[in-house]
């Protein structure tokens, strides 16, 4: 079935680094990427989302590009912040609603 | 908007008790409702989906006799975990999706329930 494994965690970095979560997928067709954050006591929000090839997604100064030959969908930011720590989730739907989960990046962001 | 909450947000109970879990959706109406399972250190796991007033559809393993799925509402789904033994402890969270157009309904997910049984 489909599947979406992501760089193991916990990544810690310093404020105004540079962040690079891996994301890749298996799935057949075509489907919709995303990326999901939980804040600390939240539920999951949707980051950005990508729903076909060579698609860049964006949001909050993050970034993830649709890469079929590779299938990936790379979490990168270029400045991060400490208000940036937080659990990110890579995820797929094949078109119906059932998105397939990633098992999460603890991203913690130090002054 | 599009907010999603949960209650109760961490309940403690005895084993072969039944706990029930509430999911709403604030300020809109739910196409649809979905609940997740999710063990520490490990990614969300579907359990079901459910439309409103019809019968909760189960993913492969989850026992439906266990896991009671109720959608009496456009903005109301619980949960309730009959009979609760220790592995059922985790963390459940529910979303609940809207009509937003193209081949997505974006999902809005709650905060979370905390079940820990003793």
């Known amino acids: 079935g489909d599947s979406v494994t992501q760089m193991e965690g916990p990544v810690t970095l310093s404020e105004e680094a540079f962040l690079t979560i891996n994301c890749t997928y298996t799935a057949t067709g075509y489907p919709s990427l995303f990326w999901y954050v939980q804040y600390p006591g939240e539920g999951l929000q949707l980051l950005l989302k990508?729903?076909?090839?060579?698609d860049k997604g964006s949001n909050k100064g993050f970034e993830a590009t649709y890469r079929k030959e590779t299938t990936s969908f790379h979490l990168e930011k270029g400045s991060v912040q400490v208000s940036d720590s937080a659990v990110y989730f890579c995820a797929l739907t094949q078109g119906a609603q059932k998105l397939v989960f990633g098992q999460g990046t603890r991203l913690t962001i130090n002054p | 908007g599009a907010v999603v909450s949960q209650h109760p947000s961490w309940v403690i109970c005895k084993s072969g008790t039944s706990v029930k879990i509430e999911c709403r959706s604030l300020d809109f109406q739910a196409t649809t409702m979905f609940w997740y399972r999710q063990f520490p250190k490990q990614s969300l796991m579907l359990m079901a989906t459910s439309n409103e007033g019809s019968k909760a559809t189960y993913e492969q393993g989850v026992e439906k006799d266990k896991f009671l799925i109720n959608h009496a509402s456009l903005t109301l789904s619980t949960l309730t975990v009959t009979s609760a033994h220790p592995e059922d402890s985790s963390f459940y969270i529910c979303?609940?999706?809207?009509?937003?157009?193209?081949?997505?309904?974006?999902?809005?997910f709650g905060p979370g329930t905390r079940l820990t049984v003793l």
């Open positions: 979303s609940a999706s809207r009509l937003a157009g193209g081949s997505y309904n974006e999902q809005f």
């Open positions: 990508a729903t076909k090839a060579d």
